[in-house]
């Protein structure tokens, strides 16, 4: 018994050897066959690539705008006009309770008096402000959110305007709303352009190994008259759509950081005349594989595809 279970394992890891062995060879005899033919692989990676680079492009730069919002020196402010019997004690007290609000990033107490003052100073109509007997100015809490998502800015608002001590709280959500729209807008330019260009990028590789299967029509009729497994035909092709998907998205890659780095130095002359340090992210290490990862998929994809029809119709 001990020798049959020794023999069987044996057998397993020579066959496991085997098939490594196997997908080893492919994965090199294809990459050979890349550079052996530079002009038509050159061409094709480069299509490839600008495809994949294309839709990378354009989300880097949607990721940056939308992170960008949080970073804004003049953060959207709600202005919470207290009501007239408030004294400035409970105006510090529902200051301090706006802070500990889970959306409220920043709140800021200003007394009536101190409002005149900033009024006085900003305002040519302080004649009339003197003549009067009484401040007409309510006590005002300055509230920054943490969020910039218009829909929760308007319910931050509203829950404000329950507590009894405020009288009103009021912000333009209309710039707020328009950016949002515009992001909106870019993620799904961003989607449909990713859906176009990667399904073109499946349709040449597909073609690309349409081409590859014709050439070698004879030698794969041959296997099939033989024996071999559809599995084993396909393989060749797949790992030859591995390396198109590879090759496409590390190009990809490098046209995405080189095309955002000649962005940023624009960015950065534009943001420190704002007196901001903002700077455009690339993704780093994580962009670039994930780059990488998108060209590999779309390579088997396009192989799969590809073979598939081709073996089928040799076999028919």
């Not at 515009?182 to 597909?206: C, D, H, T, Y």
């Given at each position: 018994?001990?020798q049959?279970?020794?023999?069987k394992k ?6 496991t050897?085997?098939l490594v062995s ?7 005899k294809?990459?050979?066959?890349l550079?052996?033919?530079?002009l ?5 990676l ?6 994949i ?10 990721t940056n705008f ?9 953060s ?24 500990e609000?889970?959306?409220v990033?920043?709140?800021?107490f ?12 900003g305002?040519?109509l ?6 009067l ?6 006590h ?5 959110p943490?969020?910039?998502d ?7 608002v509203?829950?404000?305007e ?15 709303e ?6 909106l ?5 961003v989607?449909v352009l990713?859906l176009?260009?990667f399904?073109g ?14 050439f070698?029509?004879?030698e794969?009729?041959?296997m099939?008259?033989?024996g ?32 955002v780095?000649?962005?940023s ?5 534009l ?8 700077a ?13 990862v998108?060209?590999?998929f779309?390579g088997?994809v ?6 598939s ?7 028919n």
């Amino acid at each position: 018994m001990n020798q049959n279970r020794a023999e069987k394992k044996s057998g397993f890891l020579l066959r496991t050897r085997l098939l490594v062995s196997g997908h080893f060879d492919d994965l090199k005899k294809t990459a050979a066959e890349l550079i052996t033919n530079p002009l038509n692989s050159t061409l094709s990676l480069l299509l490839i690539a600008v495809s994949i680079a294309l839709p990378s492009i354009f989300l880097t730069l949607t990721t940056n705008f939308m992170s960008g919002l949080d970073r804004i020196d003049e953060s959207p402010k709600i202005n919470v006009y207290l009501r007239e019997e408030v004294s400035i004690e409970e105006g510090m007290t529902v200051t301090r309770g706006l802070l500990e609000h889970p959306q409220v990033s920043e709140a800021t107490f200003i007394s009536a008096d101190e409002a005149l003052k900033e009024f006085q100073e900003g305002s040519n109509l302080s004649g009339i402000l003197i003549a009067l007997d009484e401040n007409p100015l309510p006590h005002v809490v300055e509230v920054v959110p943490s969020s910039l998502d218009p829909l929760d800015v308007s319910n931050l608002v509203m829950s404000i305007e329950l507590y009894d001590q405020v009288q009103e709280a009021s912000i333009n959500l209309r710039w707020l709303e328009r950016l949002f729209a515009i992001s909106l807008i870019l993620k799904r330019l961003v989607f449909v352009l990713a859906l176009i260009l990667f399904l073109g990028v499946i349709l040449v590789i597909a073609h690309t190994i349409g081409v590859a299967i014709q050439f070698k029509r004879q030698e794969i009729e041959l296997m099939l008259l033989i024996g071999a497994t559809h599995g084993f035909v396909k393989r060749p092709f797949r790992y030859l759509g591995f390396w198109y998907g590879f090759g496409g998205g590390l190009l990809a890659a490098v046209i995405t950081e080189l095309s955002v780095s000649s962005l940023s130095a624009s960015v950065e002359a534009l943001a420190q005349s704002y007196r901001s340090s903002y700077a455009l992210d690339s993704g780093g290490i994580v962009g670039i594989l994930a780059i990488i990862v998108v060209g590999v998929f779309l390579g088997v994809v396009g192989a799969s595809i590809g073979v598939s029809r081709h073996v089928k119709e040799i076999q028919n």
